[in-house]
């Protein structure tokens, strides 16, 4: 048996709460698969397409009311965890019921401490909310004075800070539930980001911190034998998107470094999640990390599918 965290990436879980309600059922056959042959499963999801949506929504209703504050995206991403989590914990709960597997789940709201000095807050780079044209994004740079980038070929978004997740302010209650055979989704949308002021006050800040990062400091803590990030592709792909793309059963973190300093991984969307792998593996000479797709996850947890990342000959070699 082998702990195992899975990170769903919040581009995969559709626009709108049918089709997240859909792909959360979706989403949990192969997690409840990984649970029934044994596994220890911890979930933690993205939330750049939701945190946006709930932050455009409350920024309508400050218009229409004419106030001037707007939604803080510490509260945003509160309630991205709620939205989400409310789903998916039902779908799982819904999935293991069918099975006849008696085991309960629970959203965690999760904070994450991040420092109030990161450079990430003056250099935004995390994407979030929907997808644009180029001039629809130009005439909203115009308007707002927000920031936007082409993410992955996909479209114009606007990007936010996104400072490092330093530690996950609830792990020891996450420990308690899952020591105590409880399914836990924790740091949904990486956490709701917070600065520690004085001794015993956690602030929220104006930022959205990368799942995959809090994924991985999650899955450090936690102490897990295998990281998973499923995203919307089944594998990582050198030269992405152009004719000579070559995709990639495994890379070590030697490779994993050199493809990094060549380019091959867009900020906000592939990068983060090789760093979080190369970080994973790089803590503990067992550690696996796997970036696959949600579809393909079961074939991934067989070898079938995937990119293994590892960090050395001798460590890909082990179970
Ligand atoms: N080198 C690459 N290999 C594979 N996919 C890539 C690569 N570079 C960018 N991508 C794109 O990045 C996407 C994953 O990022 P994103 O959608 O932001 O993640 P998430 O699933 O966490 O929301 C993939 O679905 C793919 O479209
Ligand atoms: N918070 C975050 O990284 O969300 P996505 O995975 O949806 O981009």
Do not use: W
Request: glycine fraction near 10%.
């Amino acid at each position: 048996m082998s702990k195992i965290l899975i990170a769903l990436g919040g581009n995969a879980l559709g626009e709108n709460p049918e089709e997240q309600r859909k792909l959360t059922h979706q989403a949990a056959k192969p997690i409840v698969d990984m649970i029934e042959q044994g596994h220890q499963v911890i979930l933690s999801h993205g939330n750049g397409p939701q945190v946006g949506a709930i932050h455009l929504a409350f920024g309508k209703y400050a218009e229409e009311k004419g106030l001037d504050k707007l939604m803080p995206f510490a509260e945003s991403g509160a309630m991205s965890q709620g939205y989400i989590g409310y789903h998916l914990q039902n779908a799982l709960r819904e999935e293991l019921a069918t099975r006849g597997i008696e085991r309960s789940v629970a959203s965690i709201v999760s904070q994450v401490l991040v420092d109030k000095n990161d450079p990430a807050f003056t250099s935004p780079t995390k994407p979030i909310g929907p997808f644009y044209s180029k001039e629809e994004a130009d005439q909203l740079m115009k308007e707002t004075g927000d920031t936007y980038i082409e993410d992955s070929g996909r479209g114009y978004r606007k990007v936010i800070p996104s400072p490092a997740p330093i530690d996950i302010v609830e792990k020891d209650i996450m420990k308690d539930l899952i020591d105590n055979g409880h399914i836990v989704i924790g740091a949904g949308g990486g956490g709701i980001p917070v600065i520690q002021e004085g001794k015993h006050k956690l602030t929220g800040v104006e930022a959205v911190i990368d799942k995959d990062l809090a994924s991985e400091c999650l899955a450090e803590v936690l102490d897990v034998d295998f990281f998973f990030i499923l995203t919307g592709v089944d594998q990582v792909a050198i030269n992405f998107g152009k004719p000579n793309q070559t995709a990639l059963d495994s890379m070590s973190v030697k490779e994993a470094k050199e493809y990094i300093e060549q380019g091959q991984f867009p900020k906000g969307s592939m990068l983060p999640k090789v760093e979080a792998a190369i970080k994973f593996v790089e803590s503990k000479k067992e550690r696996k990390a796997i970036i696959s797709s949600l579809e393909r996850a079961k074939e991934a947890v067989e070898g079938k599918t995937g990119t293994v990342i590892y960090k050395d000959r001798e460590s890909m070699l082990t179970n």
